[in-house]
């Protein structure tokens, strides 16, 4: 391997990043129209940081790839297990943002349950002068709450309900060893909470988890909270179920075509919706970028990762 082996980089970095990973590498950035690129220089880059996951085209144009460092801990927009069949270790950002992402899912049950906007709203536009006080919201304390999804960052969101008084439960496909009730079954659980936090990884094997039983399940005063990825929420079966009342409300974070959200979930009232921001903050960005270097520097000293995916663990061990 040559001293600067060369890296490319798809989207854009912060200067502290760029600045790392010119120390270690040959950094070139993967232009917008890739394939003649690849086609001609494909072979000389032995590694990846990505903002934005990797495609299986841009995988396939590089045959000597030997890591992938990818910001963010859900990695669905990356083929992890055909990286790790050719011998590809994958890196993640897991841990240093479970207080962020978990901070923002809380946000949004404050914001839905006590109806922090249209309070505002009301507020801002004279309407407390001219129709009098804003109508009572609902109470997030001694509330029952469902987890799905009981791992990192679901931990950290149980552990903040707590300071609520919250009984919280979950599913999970393995139980944990958590002091919380397990349910076998999402919708058995959705029907004895009050709100329900998603937090699982998205890809196939979570699609449309939370589907019409989920939310009828949920009920017309429950909540949902969706701070994983939009694919796991079924979002045609969530805008009917939100417009028949079937479900009380929801607060969004995550959708399933981002940067597109449905015209009918911004009409709506009862749901709080943001972009795809858990964890985003200066502090936490910069944590996460600090570690995709950590991951590249490792691998460039010992060939080994700090945080690789669970589907690379065994190359990392060699
Ligand atoms: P994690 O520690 O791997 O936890 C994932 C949990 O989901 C585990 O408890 C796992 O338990 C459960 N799970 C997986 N597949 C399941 C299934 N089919 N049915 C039920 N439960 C399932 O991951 P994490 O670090 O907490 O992160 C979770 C996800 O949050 C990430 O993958 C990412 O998609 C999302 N995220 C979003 C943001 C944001 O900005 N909104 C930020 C960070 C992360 P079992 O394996 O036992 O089922
Ligand atoms: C980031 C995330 O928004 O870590 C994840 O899985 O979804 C978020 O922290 C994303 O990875 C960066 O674009």
Redo the contacts with the bound molecule.
């Keep these: 391997m040559p001293e600067r082996p060369a890296l490319l980089q798809l989207g854009r970095v912060s200067e502290r990043m760029a600045e790392r990973l010119a120390a270690g590498f040959d950094v070139v950035q993967l232009p917008p129209d890739h394939e003649a690129f690849l086609a001609e220089r494909g072979s000389e880059f032995a590694a990846i940081a990505t903002m934005r996951g990797v495609s299986d085209d841009v995988m396939a144009g590089l045959p000597n790839l030997k890591v992938i460092a990818s910001f ?3 990695y ?1 927009n990356i083929d992890a297990a055909a990286a790790a069949s050719s011998g590809i270790l994958v890196a993640h950002t ?1 841990d240093v ?2 207080d962020e ?1 978990a901070d ?1 899912a809380i946000m949004l049950w404050l914001a839905v349950s006590k109806e922090l906007l249209p309070a505002e709203r009301w507020a801002r536009s004279g309407a407390w002068e001219t129709k009098g006080n804003y109508p009572l919201a609902r109470t997030i304390r001694d509330r029952k709450v469902g987890i ?7 931990q950290t969101i149980a552990k903040m309900t707590e300071m609520f008084g919250a009984e919280v439960h979950y ?4 139980r ?1 060893g958590a002091p919380y009730l397990h349910f076998d079954n999402l919708a058995d659980m959705a029907r004895k909470v009050d709100v329900l936090f998603v ?4 890809g196939e ?2 699609r449309h ?1 939370v589907n019409a039983e989920v939310m009828d399940a949920l009920g017309p005063e429950g909540i949902l909270i969706n ?3 939009g694919s796991v929420v079924d979002e045609a079966a969530l805008v009917e179920a939100l417009k028949d009342g079937r479900l009380g409300a929801a607060g969004l ?2 959708f399933e075509d981002e940067p597109r959200i449905p015209e009918a979930l911004k009409a709506m009232e009862n749901v709080v919706l943001l972009p ?4 985003a903050t200066v502090e936490t960005r910069q944590a996460m970028g600090d570690l995709v270097c950590d991951n590249l520097d490792a691998w460039l000293a010992d060939g080994k990762v700090v945080t690789p995916v669970p589907e690379c663990l065994h190359l990392n061990e060699q």
Excluded: E, Y
Aim: aromatic letters at 0%.
């Design positions: 963010g801990v859900g669905d897991p943002l479970n992402v923002t799905l999804g009981l791992g990192r960052i679901g599913h999970s496909r393995s944990k937090i699982t990884p998205g094997g979570t988890l701070v994983a990825r974070d995550v795809h921001i858990g964890s």
